[in-house]
T-cell receptor, first 113, second 115 residues
Framework: GAGVSQSPSNKVTEKGKDVELRCDPISGHTALYWYRQSLGQGLEFLIYFQGNSAPDKSGLPSDRFSAERTGGSVSTLTIQRTQQEDSAVYLC???????????FGPGTRLTVL | AQSVTQPDIHITVSEGASLELRCNYSYGATPYLFWYVQSPGQGLQLLLKYFSGDTLVQGIKGFEAEFKRSQSSFNLRKPSVHWSDAAEYFCAVVATTSGTYHYIFGTGTRLKVLA
């Protein structure tokens, strides 16, 4: 079946602009995660959605970052007033119910000029 | 606090040689353990996982890993490396809290394969 998809694959924006990154999880997966991967670095947890529960936002680096998940499926990560340090690859992953395995999308490479 | 350590940032091996990538974790209970591989410009692909039972687990692409509780380790191995194995490898531990899963990733090991 279809895997996790993310769009756009690449995004170039100017400092101060807002951006929206989209994630389509695997159908039936109840958990959805966002991570940030800066150049040559590991994965930095951003936010976690599990079913209808309140999201775990503990990894969001500032109030410029927000995310929502509509209808328990598609998720959008929004970065307001982008800064150059926001340049990174943003990865989305989803997990099936009651299972800890994560399936990753290909990522969105964000470049802030 | 839970943590994952991958002591080797870079490893270079010759094609056909054996490979071992190290992973040590810190977790109070028996964790769920994973190895992922990331090729350039790609997302992460699951190589193998350990939940319980047999401590030697087999994964895709000829990889295996062994869980050693006494050493808090979950090292990844492959008997003969192929040039296509050049990539970055991430070890991860999953901590469970009230039925939710939280992933903790190591910083990764970048593998270079010499022809």
């Amino acid at each position: 079946g279809a895997g996790v998809s993310q769009s756009p694959s690449n995004k170039v924006t100017e400092k101060g602009k807002d951006v929206e990154l989209r994630c389509d999880p695997i159908s039936g997966h109840t958990a959805l995660y966002w991570y940030r991967q800066s150049l040559g670095q590991g994965l930095e947890f951003l936010i976690y959605f599990q079913g209808n529960s309140a999201p775990d936002k503990s990894g969001l680096p500032s109030d410029r970052f927000s995310a929502e998940r509509t209808g328990g499926s598609v998720s959008t990560l929004t970065i307001q007033r982008t800064q150059q340090e926001d340049s990174a690859v943003y990865l989305c992953a989803s997990s099936p119910p009651s299972a800890p395995e994560q399936f990753f999308g290909p990522g969105t490479r964000l470049t802030v000029l | 606090a839970q943590s994952v350590t991958q002591p080797d940032i870079h490893i270079t091996v010759s094609e056909g040689a054996s490979l071992e990538l190290r992973c040590n974790y810190s977790y109070g209970a028996t964790p769920y353990l994973f190895w992922y591989v990331q090729s350039p410009g790609q997302g992460l692909q699951l190589l193998l996982k350990y939940f319980s039972g047999d401590t030697l687990v087999q994964g895709i692409k000829g990889f295996e890993a062994e869980f050693k509780r006494s050493q808090s380790s979950f090292n990844l191995r492959k008997p003969s490396v192929h040039w296509s194995d050049a990539a970055e490898y991430f070890c991860a531990v999953v901590a469970t809290t009230s039925g939710t899963y939280h992933y903790i990733f190591g910083t990764g090991t970048r593998l270079k394969v010499l022809a």
